[in-house]
């Protein structure tokens, strides 16, 4: 099916968007909050590992501490984050810590899918789901983790799935969702797809672009999509534009009492970021505190705070974004020892970002290339 009613929604946002002043929105110099670089120097024999790729806050993201060093290879990982643990990937190499311990301990998963033979090995994505972990990516093919007493190995699910999906030229997976009740949604290149038996059959319930992120609350489905910001209230079935500023959709993220997004603003081309707190049906924008970006990353919440990774740093508000205060810097300038003001116009020149990851009570940080 097709999104409904859109023509109208673009001036339904601009009824509903009432933005923040700029004088509740300034970012606010903090004293001396300090980020540090954690030793390896305690392990035997230890040699030069990597520093300024990854970075750890479990104080509630204001101070950090690089753990770079525990990483198995020294280069920017993809990093996929839930309640029960840490995964990493480096091309088609997955590795796995718990996330319950001072500092991550990686150990080497085995193959997503060893028989696989085709252009792409697995260079997906990790989704956390009541029924399990799962992996997805390039080669259409949903996995999942089996018997945890033999090893958890990764074995493929939704085998009617692969089929559906091949019809479409754009065929690669960029999310799998399940829903409070069990529905299984599965986005990608080519729209978005709906299972309500466990994933023995499909309806492609949006057809034109592609879906990547989902998060659902009090029975509302927000969706990141290459128009921008969709939503749904029937459990996916329809979709109509939430924020819808010319560009893509970058984020969704569920935070107390709402959503929160980022989106890219043709207008202005920077990402902006909303808030809603009423299920979807209005947005606020909360980024008037920050300098423009096309690069901002992402956005998370951990206890009271909102944290946000953008090209100058990493950024805190504890007032749901009137105001921002820089916990650290930025990628190419990580190591300075204390909180800054924003320096104008250095926005758009760091080709580095740190995106940002939560897992219980622990905030981490990966340097990764900007964009999307």
């Given at each position: 099916?097709?999104?409904?009613?859109l023509t109208?929604l673009p001036?339904?946002?601009?009824?509903f968007s009432?933005?923040?002043?700029p004088?509740?929105?300034?970012?606010?110099?903090?004293?001396?909050?300090?980020?540090?670089t954690?030793?390896?120097s305690?392990?035997p024999?230890?040699t030069p590992?990597?520093?300024?790729l990854m970075?750890?806050?479990?104080?509630g993201?204001k101070?950090?501490?690089?753990?770079?060093?525990?990483?198995p290879?020294?280069?920017?990982?993809a990093?996929?984050a839930?309640?029960?643990?840490?995964y990493?990937?480096?091309?088609?190499?997955?590795?796995?810590?718990k996330?319950?311990?001072?500092t991550?301990?990686w150990?080497?998963?085995n193959?997503?899918?060893?028989?696989y033979?085709?252009?792409h090995?697995?260079?997906?994505s990790?989704a956390?789901?009541?029924?399990?972990?799962t992996?997805?990516?390039?080669?259409v093919?949903v996995?999942?983790?089996?018997?945890p007493?033999?090893?958890?190995?990764?074995s493929?699910?939704y085998?009617?799935f692969r089929?559906?999906?091949s019809?479409?030229?754009?065929n690669?997976?960029?999310t799998?969702?399940?829903t409070?009740?069990g529905?299984?949604?599965v986005?990608?290149?080519?729209?978005l797809?709906?299972?309500?038996?466990?994933?023995?059959?499909?309806?492609h319930v949006?057809?034109?672009?592609?879906?990547?992120?989902?998060v659902?609350s009090?029975?509302?489905l927000?969706a990141?999509s290459?128009?921008?910001?969709i939503?749904?209230t029937?459990?996916?079935?329809?979709w109509?534009w939430a924020?819808?500023?010319g560009?893509v959709?970058?984020?969704?993220?569920?935070?107390?009492g709402?959503f929160?997004?980022i989106s890219?603003n043709?207008?202005?081309?920077?990402?902006?970021?909303?808030?809603?707190?009423d299920?979807g049906?209005?947005?606020?924008r909360?980024?008037?505190g920050?300098l423009p970006s096309?690069n901002?990353?992402s956005?998370?919440q951990?206890?009271?705070?909102?944290?946000?990774?953008?090209?100058?740093?990493i950024f805190?508000?504890?007032d749901?974004?009137?105001?921002?205060v820089k916990?650290?810097?930025?990628?190419d300038?990580?190591?300075?020892?204390s909180?800054m003001?924003?320096?104008i116009?250095s926005?758009?020149?760091?080709?580095?970002?740190?995106a940002?990851?939560v897992s219980g009570?622990?905030?981490?940080?990966?340097?990764?290339?900007?964009?999307?």
């Amino acid at each position: 099916m097709h999104l409904h009613h859109l023509t109208f929604l673009p001036f339904l946002l601009i009824f509903f968007s009432g933005e923040p002043t700029p004088e509740n929105s300034r970012v606010t110099p903090a004293k001396d909050v300090k980020s540090s670089t954690a030793s390896h120097s305690d392990k035997p024999n230890a040699t030069p590992a990597a520093t300024n790729l990854m970075y750890q806050s479990m104080d509630g993201g204001k101070t950090w501490q690089d753990i770079s060093y525990t990483l198995p290879e020294n280069e920017e990982p993809a990093l996929f984050a839930g309640e029960s643990g840490l995964y990493l990937r480096y091309n088609d190499k997955l590795y796995y810590s718990k996330s319950n311990l001072k500092t991550p301990v990686w150990e080497k998963e085995n193959d997503v899918d060893p028989q696989y033979t085709g252009d792409h090995p697995f260079d997906g994505s990790v989704a956390f789901n009541p029924s399990g972990v799962t992996a997805f990516g390039w080669n259409v093919q949903v996995y999942q983790k089996m018997n945890p007493a033999e090893g958890e190995v990764w074995s493929p699910v939704y085998p009617g799935f692969r089929e559906v999906m091949s019809e479409s030229r754009r065929n690669w997976i960029g999310t799998v969702f399940e829903t409070s009740d069990g529905t299984i949604l599965v986005g990608g290149g080519g729209g978005l797809y709906k299972s309500a038996d466990k994933g023995k059959g499909w309806k492609h319930v949006m057809e034109h672009g592609w879906v990547s992120n989902l998060v659902e609350s009090e029975g509302v489905l927000i969706a990141t999509s290459s128009g921008g910001i969709i939503r749904s209230t029937d459990n996916g079935e329809h979709w109509y534009w939430a924020i819808r500023e010319g560009g893509v959709g970058i984020a969704v993220e569920r935070i107390d009492g709402g959503f929160a997004t980022i989106s890219y603003n043709t207008k202005t081309k920077s990402r902006s970021i909303h808030v809603s707190f009423d299920t979807g049906k209005t947005w606020n924008r909360i980024d008037a505190g920050l300098l423009p970006s096309p690069n901002i990353s992402s956005i998370k919440q951990i206890g009271n705070y909102l944290i946000v990774g953008h090209p100058d740093g990493i950024f805190r508000s504890s007032d749901m974004g009137r105001t921002w205060v820089k916990v650290h810097g930025s990628v190419d300038n990580s190591m300075t020892a204390s909180i800054m003001p924003l320096t104008i116009g250095s926005s758009n020149q760091n080709p580095r970002v740190f995106a940002i990851y939560v897992s219980g009570n622990v905030v981490y940080a990966v340097a990764r290339r900007a964009g999307c």
